[in-house]
């Protein structure tokens, strides 16, 4: 039996905090090969007797304590986004690079792309994750006729909205409302702070777990920006990103338009799954072909909900972390 410390008390990323509980749960409630235990503070009384520690997010205070509190303990870094990007010849990212070499045995990253740019960068173990989902609804959503108002929605970090989307998808948005009756909700933390649109009704939803799904099944169609401008197509920050929103929203059958990334076309395909767009263009025509043609965005809601049951289940998600588990321990103990 491994057992494995889950420590996450990051509250920037709500939605992976809320899949380690799940993946917590499941292993002790499948008491499989696997045991764990999650805490969200790293100043717990806990006992040291852990074959791994698992890290939520890149915070060099926290993982120094770890490090050095579970001395015998391997410790699994979940993230990294921050590592090797910029001029890595920096001397920033050179003490960074040291310091994960260092304190940090392997790292689970949730795309192809960040894992191959990582692995050029840094000689540590880094094993490919993914987002995984619970709250299936049972049936797809079923549109046949027009609705007095459509919500679009948002949710995610409270940063991409304004940098990801707003620059040009007010724009978007008042365009389509010419066409349609639109809300605009937006969930995300400090949802305060967001911005207000010009004849445009916005709502915004302050991120909790245990209303998100209630408030995302408020959704008629969903937005999950990633890229800015074309030109950002090449820009590593971005092209590392999943479609781990695009997945959430297709749990409960909301169809969404997306931004092409490489992973997000590894998982989710264009025109069955979701809508893919970069240019203003793409994002118009994607959001008033779902508003538009009900067989479409029926046909999304149908193939997407199956694929993301079939692909996207705490079960699959606990399949591959505990192969991540025994693939490092045979080759890299």
Known sequence: MIKILIYSDRSSNLLTKRELIWLNDYINKEKRNILSKLIANHTDEISIDWDYVLIHG??????FFIANKFKESKIILLGGANIGYGNKKDIEQIILKKFVEKYVDLIIVRSECHKQLLEEYISIPIYKFFDYEINFVEAPIRITNQKEVYTIGYHGNEKHFKEDFLC????VLKQISKNHNIQLNIITSNAQYQPNLSNIKVNKIEFEVDNFYNEIDKFDVGICPIYSKELELLNKDKIIRNGNRAVTLLCRGIPSVISPTPQVISDLKDNEHVLYAVSEEE??????????????????????????????????GYNIFEKIIFDFNINHM
């Open 58 to 63: 890149f915070n060099y205070k926290n993982i």
């Open 168 to 171: 040009f998808g007010e724009d």
């Open 283 to 316: 994002w118009y025509e994607g959001l008033n072909n779902l508003l538009s043609n009900s067989n479409l965005y029926n046909s999304i809601s149908e193939k997407g909900l199956e694929l993301v049951k079939n692909k996207f289940s705490v079960e699959n």
